[in-house]
């Protein structure tokens, strides 16, 4: 009766759910870095948000053409009956080609490229920031994984401590230490740790299905899996710092501050389209029947001014004006949500390191020794059923509860890095 059963210290519990190794799966694990990269390369939604800043690019194209030039051909005088009975069709024919050309004025074809150009990088960073939220789910369901990957290994390490515990009770029972009543609870007790790996495993496969779903990718869940270091980090920057990285790196800020200098661009355009622009034409004509033989070929000049009495593009000039007081609100707007994006993040990843704190520090080795040392004394007659029972449930909470928070906080690390806008807690 003196075989020791298998015993987790503190230092090997911890260890175990750190490295959370992976299942014997026939395909290395992926690691974070990996993950992202197969996501840029291969995600619909963000590939196809991307075709959208290359169709602004195209749009550039289009608003820096110059106006086409007109061609005018005009033929008249031609006769159509004869004249006292004589016949010559061309004699009085006169033929005009014209040649005009809108000439644009204060600088509009430049400030309609500007403006499109600006448009093109509110299109890239508005792609930006899709990256930035569909990575955060991305990281999300990566995270999902590890921590369901650590649970399934907990459940699988506390089912094979109790089996051992099964095991030995058995031969205490056929000793007559035990009675069988005692036995069969024991043993039912069991029908619980199978029912948590079961479900962990649920958990591990719905988060893979997850994250391949993100990736796009068709590999059978049994041949994917992830790598990375389930763990936290007690180190955080002042929050001070992580404002102003959010306010150098937000890409919905810096979109919002680029539709500001836009709608002054298209302010600017709205007061040029309210300009005059002249067209110049230029002809020669070429008449057989002119009086004057030497004048048979001519050429002329024209100018063509519209008189912009009543449509001088007031209405747009007033439109692109109240447009730049609206950009300069929701910019304002931007920069509020940037801050409370990153104070309430910021929150949350101090509120994990203060609750995993005790949990690494003596919670996880307090319910190691209580359930060892529980486990003893009743296998050993010096402790009741119902002890050593609760010292299991315990065991199994608190080591569940220290899963959990880790996820939590890895978790809360990725809101940390969504709000700045880039990965600053890896």
Same mark, same amino acid.
């Given at each position: ?34 993950? =992202? ?39 008249? !005088?031609? +006769? ?50 899709? =990256? ?47 009675? &069988? ?16 790996? +079961? ?8 988060? =893979? ?13 049994? &041949? ?57 034409? !230029? ?34 000039? &007033? ?42 520090? =003596? ?43 880790? !996820? ?6 990725? &809101? ?11």
């Amino acid at each position: 009766m003196n075989r020791v059963f298998p015993s987790l210290s503190a230092t090997a519990a911890a260890t175990l759910l750190m490295l959370a190794p992976a299942c014997s799966l026939a395909q290395q694990g992926l690691t974070w870095e990996q993950v =992202k990269a197969r996501f840029e390369n291969s995600n619909p939604a963000l590939k196809a948000d991307a075709l959208s800043v290359d169709e602004m690019r195209a749009a550039e194209v289009t608003a820096n053409l110059r106006p086409n030039p007109q061609f005018t051909g005009t033929v008249d !005088g031609t +006769q159509i009956a004869p004249h006292n009975g004589v016949w010559q069709p061309m004699s009085g024919t006169f033929v005009v080609p014209a040649l005009s050309y809108l000439h644009e004025r204060d600088h509009k074809r430049e400030l309609r490229t500007e403006s499109a150009k600006e448009g093109t990088q509110i299109a890239a960073s508005q792609h930006d920031d899709l =990256k930035r939220n569909l990575e955060f789910t991305l990281r999300a369901a990566f995270v999902s994984t590890l921590e369901a990957r650590a649970i399934v290994t907990l459940a699988r390490a506390d089912l094979d401590y109790y089996d051992h515990i099964i095991e030995i009770s058995r031969e205490r029972f056929k000793a007559g230490d035990i009675a &069988q009543i005692d036995l069969d609870r024991i043993e039912l007790q069991r029908v619980q740790y199978e029912s948590e790996l +079961q479900g962990a495993l649920v958990n591990l496969r719905t988060a =893979k299905i997850q994250l391949l779903q993100l990736l796009n990718d068709r590999t059978p869940v049994e &041949q994917f899996d992830v790598e990375g270091t389930f763990d936290f980090s007690a180190d955080l920057k002042p929050l001070e710092d992580f404002r102003q990285m959010a306010l150098d790196t937000r890409p919905d800020l810096r979109a919002a501050l680029e539709a500001v200098q836009q709608a002054q661009t298209n302010h600017k355009l709205a007061v040029a389209n309210g300009s005059t622009d002249p067209t110049f034409g !230029g002809w020669y004509t070429w008449n057989a029947s002119n009086n004057n033989p030497n004048a048979t070929q001519t050429l002329g000049l024209s100018v063509n001014i519209p008189l912009r009495l009543f449509d001088r593009n007031q209405g747009e000039k &007033q439109r692109t004006a109240i447009d730049i007081g609206r950009s300069q609100q929701a910019t304002e707007a931007a920069r509020a949500q940037v801050f409370g994006d990153v104070d309430s993040a910021y929150a949350q990843l101090e509120s994990s390191i203060t609750l995993l704190k005790p949990f690494k520090e =003596k919670y996880n080795d307090q319910a190691t020794r209580v359930r060892d040392t529980m486990s003893y004394s009743y296998l050993h007659g010096g402790a009741s059923l119902m002890d050593f029972l609760n010292a299991q449930s315990d065991f199994r909470q608190v080591q569940l509860a220290y899963a959990q928070l880790i !996820g939590t906080y890895l978790t809360a690390a990725g &809101q940390l890095n969504l709000a700045v806008g880039r990965e600053v807690i890896p």
